[in-house]
């Protein structure tokens, strides 16, 4: 009998750390799900994104949950749940961020990239090469925008073809991993209890915190933190929780 009902794992960093250990983790989902289990990628990455690496590595999945916990989709790709951030703090956000230098903006609605004409918008993502601007544009959005959004930094793994850079995520307040897991155990009607995270980054922390749950031996030390156990890989995650 499996320990935990539902596992959300985080992809680049947890269940993508190189090409060697992506088959094991993808038959472990698999027998996972087959023991009755449901699996669920929840990533920064938006919903196109995701879908292509789904495709490539034929990842069995019950849902996703794309571009920080803005957004859920079922097996279908059919969107069950959203959290934008509105017009007005869209456009106030997007005015601040011009005002810096050395900077690189996207925006995302609930499929991809989009062009911005002053919209609600599910993700806004800053780029730059400057770690310590990343940081300040960070602390400036959570504290301008505190009750409307939340921002995080997060600086590139091995996954990314070019590591110079960081990016600033920035969501609905109401967003978030951990708030997203929240919205769909709740429609599911699993108790929290049964409930397993797996992540590795600065994103993942809310949800590794609030669920007890589990981290990367290749995480970043804040994910480590507050992990209750770490493991080599998602693989080994699913054969402990499977016992």
């Known amino acids: 009998m499996i320990k935990k009902q ?76 959203e959290q934008a951030i509105s017009k007005d703090i869209s456009s106030k956000i997007v005015e601040y961020v011009k005002t810096k230098e050395n900077i690189e903006i996207f925006f995302y609605d609930d499929e991809d990239k989009v062009e911005y ?21 960070e602390d400036e959005i959570n504290s301008m925008f505190k009750d409307d959004v939340r921002a995080h930094s997060a600086f590139p793994g091995m996954y990314y073809d070019n590591h110079d850079f960081v990016i600033v995520d920035v969501v609905s307040k109401d967003a978030g991993k951990d708030n997203a897991i929240k919205k769909l155990i709740e429609m599911l009607k699993i108790d929290k209890k049964y409930v397993a995270t797996i992540g590795d980054g600065r994103n993942d922390i809310s949800m590794i915190k609030e669920y007890n749950g589990f981290s990367m031996m290749t995480a970043e030390e804040g994910a480590k933190e507050v992990a209750s156990m770490i493991f080599e890989n998602v693989a080994d995650v699913l054969d402990y929780i499977g016992k």
Not at 25 to 41: L, P, Q, S, T
Not at 54 to 79: H, L, T, W
Not at 123 to 137: G, M
């Open 117 to 137: 004409h002053n919209q609600e918008l599910l993700k806004l993502r800053i780029r730059t090469s400057d770690y310590e601007l990343a940081q300040t544009i």
């Open 6 to 81: 539902i596992v959300f794992s985080d992809y680049d960093g947890t269940i993508y750390i190189t090409e060697e250990n992506m088959k094991r983790n993808v038959k472990a989902i698999e027998e996972y799900r087959n023991c009755g289990g449901e699996f669920v990628i929840v990533t920064g990455r938006s919903k196109t994104s995701v879908s292509n690496v789904i495709k490539q590595y034929n990842i069995p999945y019950d849902y996703i949950i794309p571009n920080n916990g803005a957004v859920v989709f079922n097996s279908d790709m059919e969107k069950i749940y």
